[in-house]
């Protein structure tokens, strides 16, 4: 199997991916784990750039960025984290 | 986080769930590798069923975009359950959160 | 909520996202998009409006018994025009079949019901965000 840009490039995609969602577990404060999550979606709409698929990159974005990341900052006030 | 004196129970639980980390771990793995190879051209994908939507949904439903051809026209049943289940999700959503207008 | 550089970024942003969602919902049909991610996109305009001026002003733009009208509306407008199939003497929810006007493929106009089942959904995500929003809001 020969590896081309494009595979490359899928990679690196999903290797910042992975390295998010560990930052995920293991970052304290609650308001940058809200902002990683919203660098999540941001990624995973470039992938799907990239996989040909503009409908998802787009409902990626509005959902993923703007919905996700508003609903968790509105939850995150109630909530406290322990230690 | 991290106390040296931490009891039996806590390190128990902590070895515990990386087992079971390694173990789902084992089984998506498992799944993973059973996958076709992407975009290789005799994909199980690539039967009668696309080909049938590549050819025709221009013709049938006078769409460009492909997707909301089939979105809309093809499964337009699915995508009528989809709005009643946004509408329930979001009657579930007043009937727990809003305040009573009237009590105030 | 009282920063001046903030509220005149708000002020003229909203009508570019307003526009956005629009044009994303009515070429649903032509460009990549849809109703979904176009009412997404409409309903973070409201919600911009309401997180920066405060509820009060949200409410006089974009009311509670607005929200849950368009809410309501939104499955019933789809379920009335997939009707119009069945008194044409087709299926239920058809679309070549119920006479509607096909239009020529590439305007802006064409695919039948496609563009007004596009249009509802896209107010219905709209006004469910909006109503999740200010539901959320509310509690504290």
């Known amino acids: 199997m020969i590896l081309g840009t494009g595979d490359l490039i899928m990679m690196i ?14 970052v304290q404060d609650l308001l940058y784990v809200v902002i990683i999550f919203g660098v999540y979606s941001l990624i995973m709409a470039l992938l799907w750039l990239h996989l040909n698929s503009p409908d998802l990159a787009i409902t990626e974005a509005a959902a993923g960025i703007g919905v996700t990341t508003l609903m968790i900052t509105l939850i995150r006030r109630t909530v406290r984290r322990e230690n | ?68 051809a089939i979105i809309v026209d093809y499964r337009a049943y699915d995508t009528l359950i989809e709005t009643t289940v946004l509408f329930t999700a979001i009657m579930a959503v007043m009937i727990t959160l809003k305040k009573d207008p009237s009590k105030n | ?46 919600i911009a409006l309401n997180v920066v001026f405060g509820l009060e002003k949200g409410q006089e733009k974009f009311s509670d018994e607005m ?23 087709a299926n239920f929810l058809v679309n070549k079949d119920s006479g ?16 007004l089942i596009t249009l509802g959904i896209g107010i219905k995500v709209a006004s469910t965000i909006v109503t999740l929003f200010n539901a959320l809001t509310e509690e504290e």
């Not at chain 2, 975009?39 to 050819?55: C, F, L, S, T, W």
């Not at chain 3, 970024?9 to 919902?25: A, E, K, S």
Request: glycine residues 12%; charged residues 10%.
């Open chain 3, 100 to 115: 509607l006007p096909m239009g020529e493929p590439g305007t802006l106009i064409s695919g039948g019901m496609i563009s």
């Open chain 3, 1 to 46: 909520m009282l920063d001046f550089v903030l509220k005149s970024v708000v002020t003229v942003l909203i009508p570019f996202i307003q526009m956005f969602g629009l044009y994303v919902i009515f070429h649903g049909a032509l460009s990549p998009g849809g109703s979904f991610a176009g009412g997404m996109i409409l309903g973070l305009g409201f």
């Open chain 2, 1 to 68: 986080m991290r106390n040296k004196n931490m009891t039996h129970r806590t390190i128990l639980r902590r070895v515990f769930s990386v087992i079971l980390l390694i173990l789902s771990l084992y089984i998506i793995i498992l799944g993973v590798i059973e996958l076709p190879p992407y975009g290789a051209p005799d994909n199980p994908v690539h039967n009668y069923v696309a080909q049938r939507y590549i050819e025709d949904a221009l013709e049938d439903t006078g769409v460009l975009n492909m997707v909301t």
């Open chain 1, 13 to 26: 995609f999903f290797a910042i991916l992975i390295i998010i969602a560990l930052c995920v577990t293991f």
């Open chain 3, 67 to 89: 929200a849950g009208f368009l809410v309501s509306l939104g499955p019933i407008w789809y379920g009335s025009i997939g009707l119009v199939g069945i008194l044409r003497g």
